[in-house]
């Protein structure tokens, strides 16, 4: 059995977490920077990369201790290394090459984007390759053919916003605050997915990508005419119906163990709904990992790292860190 430190920092979350390659999580920790950010209405780069620099010592610490081991008890040392904001990527990618360097163990640099893909696993042990992966995040909105351990088939991403960013401009358009998509799942609640005619970009194309941005737009020229929980609520159904769409296409060309859902957005539980409704439609297994493993975390990074350690699969300590780096 081996223990996994991960480390995430490529976002507004801070976080280190220790897993067994077994699943089992010895520790999670986690701190969120959104009081600092709100004033400004989104991720300020500069703010993020100092409040990780304050945080990520104390928090690892903080994991050690909540597992009841040492550094020399960790088998190796898993960190983000992209893609993200770049601030944050090196803080957490220099602490874990220090780390790994001090204590005589291996660096697993991972991509953020595969901790995402991978952490249904986490969530649900039973999963097995290949499965079907929806993956939405406020950086990402991909269909991916998760075939294995760092073989994904991209079949299909988006041509212009990610789903996480519609959310968080709709947000912003309809004075709802930051984060945007907790607050316009809530509006959403109280208001009528049938009350604005909203489009659905791309939805009936065989072309298999997402696009959001008309969507969006459609939203601000509608602002004012209705309330801001009935455009909350039909744009969150715009979005279910788009990301269905274009699952619903995808799986025509494929044979997974299951459809799966992972990203910031899969938190989101009409997403959540629909996509179940979608795999039991097509006779499959539905997987969504629990809220705190859909938006960003150390577990799904430490998580990777298992995966790609029982692979053999290591970094050298000069590893660059990967602002841009699709999977
Ligand atoms: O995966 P994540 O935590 O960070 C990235 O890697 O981007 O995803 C963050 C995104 C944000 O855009 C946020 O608004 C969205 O996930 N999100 C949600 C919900 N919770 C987080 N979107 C819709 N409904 C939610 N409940
Ligand atoms: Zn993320």
């Known amino acids: 059995m081996a223990l996994i430190l991960g480390i995430e920092s490529s976002c507004d979350e801070t976080a280190a977490a220790l897993v067994e390659s077994d699943g089992t999580i010895r520790a999670h920790q986690l701190a969120r920077q959104e009081d600092a950010h709100r004033p400004y209405g989104g991720v300020v780069p500069e703010i993020a990369a100092r409040a990780h620099v ?109 789903a996480g960013e519609a959310f968080d401009k709709t947000a912003k358009l ?45 939203v601000a020229r509608a602002v004012g005419q209705h309330s801001a929980e009935d455009l909350a609520a039909s744009f969150q159904q715009a979005v279910v119906d788009c990301l269905v769409d274009r699952t619903r296409l995808a799986l025509q060309g494929v044979r997974p163990t299951a459809l799966v859902v992972a990203g910031g957005v899969a938190a989101n539980s009409a997403v959540r709904t629909a996509l179940e409704s979608l795999a039991t439609e097509h006779g499959l297994r539905f997987v969504a990992p629990p809220l705190w493993l859909c938006t ?28 841009r780096w699709p999977l």
Not at 186 to 213: D, I, Q
Not at 297 to 320: H, Q, S, V
Request: aromatic share 4%.
């Open 54 to 162: 304050e945080a990520l010592g104390p928090l690892i610490e903080a994991a050690l201790a909540e597992a009841g081991v040492t550094l020399d008890d960790v088998d190796a040392i898993a960190a983000t290394a992209g893609p993200g904001l770049i601030g944050g990527v090196m803080v957490g990618l220099v602490t874990g090459k220090a780390l790994a360097l001090a204590a005589g163990k291996p660096l697993i640099a991972v991509n953020h984007l595969e901790g995402h893909g991978l952490s249904p696993r986490l969530g649900d042990r039973s999963l097995e390759f290949p499965y079907l992966l929806l993956l939405v995040s406020g950086g990402h909105c991909q269909l991916l053919l998760v075939e294995g351990v760092g073989a994904y088939r991209r079949l299909a991403t988006t041509i212009d916003d990610a």
């Open 174 to 218: 309809l004075g709802l605050g930051f984060p945007g998509g907790p607050a316009v799942e809530e509006a959403a609640r109280r208001g009528n997915p049938r009350a604005v005619p909203l489009p659905r970009p791309l939805v009936g194309s065989g072309e298999p990508h997402f696009s959001f941005a008309g969507l969006k737009s459609a």
């Open 296 to 323: 960003d975390n150390a577990a799904m990074i430490a998580w990777a790292g298992a995966e790609r350690f029982a692979a053999g699969l290591t970094d050298p300590l000069d590893f660059p860190a990967r602002p």
